[in-house]
Nanobody
Framework: QVQLVESGGGLVQAGGSLRLSCAAS????????MGWFRQAPGKEREFVGH????????YYADSVKGRFTVSRDNAKNTVYLQMASLQPEDTAVYYC???????????WGQGTQVTVSS
């Protein structure tokens, strides 16, 4: 059974930083592309960024490029989202997701709330 468990969310002031973690189990983590998504109240879920299985390639949404960084530790089966220069519009529930063999995202975590106050 695949499990993705996010942690690290919370309340932060604008301009602050947070690091989210996502611990994975039950899948071959080292061969999965790992992504981060978010969903703000009243909005559709949107892509934030992803990292390939080797960690050699990352890709980000324009809205977070230069502020957010995705990284992974395959020895710990964990993917991270380092967020800096947070703004109120970054407020959302953040989800990690796994795409085995870099195909579609089929495994999702339960999400962690990030709230940025102005």
């Amino acid at each position: 059974q695949v499990q993705l468990v996010e942690s690290g969310g919370g309340l932060v002031q604008a301009g602050g930083s947070l690091r989210l973690s996502c611990a994975a189990s039950g899948l071959i983590f080292s061969s999965s592309t790992m992504g981060w998504f978010r969903q703000a109240p009243g909005k559709e879920r949107e892509f934030v960024g992803h990292i390939t299985w080797s960690g050699g390639s990352t890709y980000y949404a324009d809205s977070v490029k230069g502020r957010f960084t995705v990284s992974r530790d395959n020895a710990k089966n964990t993917v991270y989202l380092q967020m800096a220069s947070l703004q109120p519009e970054d407020t959302a529930v953040y989800y990690c997701a796994a795409a085995p063999l870099s195909r579609e995202y089929v495994h999702w975590g339960q999400g962690t709330q990030v709230t940025v106050s102005s």
